[in-house]
Every structure is written in C-alpha cells, then in structure tokens.
Nanobody
Framework: QVQLVESGGGSVQAGGSLRLSCAAS????????MGWFRQAPGKEREGVAA????????YYTNSVKGRFTISQDNAKNMVSLQMINLELDDTAIYYC??????????????????WGQGTQVTVSS
C-alpha cells in the first residue's frame, strides 16, 4: 500500500502563504485520487482539496476556493497544496490522503483510505 509523507507546514501571519507537499512511496498512478484534509482543534476533519490523478480534475471546499491550489508532480510522485491569503481559520493539522477506488468522485471526501501523518499549519494575526 502506498505511504504518504507530508512536508511544508509551519507558522505564518494572516495573509501569508505556505506550500504543502505530499510524497507518495509508490507510483502516483497507483492511486485514483489524492487530496488534502485538515482538522482544527475541537473540529472534525474536513476535506480541503483533491485532484484526480492523471486527469487533473480538482475539487475544493468552498472556504478555500480562490486561495488554495492543488497540483500533481508526476516525476516526483508528489502532490502539493499552494495556500495563499491564509486566514486564522486555516489553522489546523493538514493531512495528505489518497483514494484507491476508481469508481467514486475524488470530491467525495469519504472515499479516501490512505493517510499521511499530518503537518501543522498555524496562522496568526
């Protein structure tokens, strides 16, 4: 089974930018979808962004549209999440995830079955 390792988290002031990366241990085309989720203190984990591997179709939750961009780097077996105009509410642990099912939409957040360990993103005023 593919393993995922996130990097790029950190602390930033509101309005700033961060780029998260997720490296997959296996060929990226071995999964159907890759995505990013986040969990803020006291809140449930939520899907943030996803991409259909090989097709490039992207999905975003409403609160990040226009600010976050997910992309894939086939040569590096990696998916990235570029985050701009960060807001205080973006503070959370961000998890990279993959979905092996090819029958569901990548925007169906419940389809993800492989998870990374998470990386902290803290946005301060």
């Amino acid at each position: 089974q593919v393993q995922l390792v996130e990097s790029g988290g950190g602390s930033v002031q509101a309005g700033g930018s961060l780029r998260l990366s997720c490296a997959a241990s296996a060929y990226i085309y071995s999964v159907a979808c890759m995505g990013w989720f986040r969990q803020a203190p006291g809140k449930e984990r939520e899907g943030v962004a996803a991409i259909r591997i090989g097709y490039g179709t992207t999905y975003y939750t409403n609160s990040v549209k226009g600010r976050f961009t997910i992309s894939q780097d086939n040569a590096k077996n990696m998916v990235s999440l570029q985050m701009i105009n960060l807001e205080l509410d973006d503070t959370a642990i961000y998890y990279c995830a993959a979905a092996t099912s090819r029958t569901m939409s990548c925007g169906t957040w419940s389809v993800y079955n492989v998870w990374g360990q998470g990386t902290q993103v803290t946005v301060s005023s």
